[in-house]
């Protein structure tokens, strides 16, 4: 099984600030998932990313794969109290291997 | 609006007691996985499906049981509660896992007592 470290766990910010958050893995992924879940609802698709040192932004969020496809990592530009959250990486080994796996999770918290 | 519901949203069992837990779809994804999510765990894989009649475990499979009669539908049975048990469940489906993503229910709090 493959172990999707997420970092930092907690992060809290003020509104206006850039942070960056991180998923690494000693393994290979195949395609890499981030996702953001709201307190009570179930985790809701950013973005996915499939080819080593692709970039994608959506708005204000840049999320960048790994030359590799071992890591990944997540950019929020002047963050909103909106963008409150826990941000969860998930990614398939690939092959027939249809498991996804998750990271931890970063809580954000992003204050007015 | 299109996309996954699960029954019930909450939900308090008493140890050893049976119960199921519902899981729909109508996007026609023929994907489909239960995850348990448990603070400082993250969410974990329970059992998945890649089409009806065809089910596979996950990560923590023990304890629960799972069917795929059709496409739109994928129960998740306890079969005798615990309170290791005691969780949020989500439901997700996908018509391709790869390259689109999970679309996720809004979960069952469940609490085994």
């Known amino acids: 099984t493959q172990l999707l470290e997420q970092s930092p766990q907690f992060l809290s910010i003020q509104e206006g600030e850039n942070l960056t958050v991180y998923c690494n893995s000693s393994?290979?992924?195949?395609?890499l998932q981030w996702y953001r879940q709201e307190p009570g609802e179930g985790p809701v698709l950013l973005v996915t990313v499939v080819t080593g040192g692709e970039v994608k932004k959506l708005k204000r969020l840049t999320f960048q794969f790994g030359d590799a496809r071992k890591d990944s990592s997540l950019h929020i530009t002047a963050a909103q109290p909106g963008d409150t959250g826990l941000y969860l990486c998930?990614?398939?080994?690939?092959?027939?291997?249809?498991?996804?796996?998750f990271g931890k999770g970063t809580l954000l918290t992003v204050n007015p | 609006n299109a996309g996954v519901t699960q029954t019930p949203k909450f939900q308090v069992l008493k140890t050893g007691q049976s119960m199921t837990l519902q899981c729909a779809q109508d996007?026609?994804?023929?994907?489909m996985s239960w995850y348990r999510q448990d603070p400082g765990m993250g969410l974990r894989l329970i059992h998945y499906?890649?089409?009806?009649?065809?089910?596979d475990q996950g990560e923590v499979p023990n304890g629960y049981n799972v069917s795929r009669s059709t496409t739109e539908d994928f129960p998740l049975r306890l079969l005798s509660a615990a309170p290791s048990q005691t969780s949020v469940y989500f439901c997700?489906?996908?018509?391709?896992?790869?390259?689109?993503?999970?679309?996720f229910g809004s979960g069952t709090r469940l609490t085994v007592v």
């Open positions: 393994s290979v992924f195949s395609s």
């Open positions: 499906s890649v089409g009806a009649g065809i089910t």
């Open positions: 996007m026609n994804h023929e994907y």
């Open positions: 997700a489906s996908t018509s391709g896992p790869t390259k689109f993503g999970y679309t």
């Open positions: 998930a990614a398939y080994s690939g092959g027939s291997n249809y498991k996804l796996t």
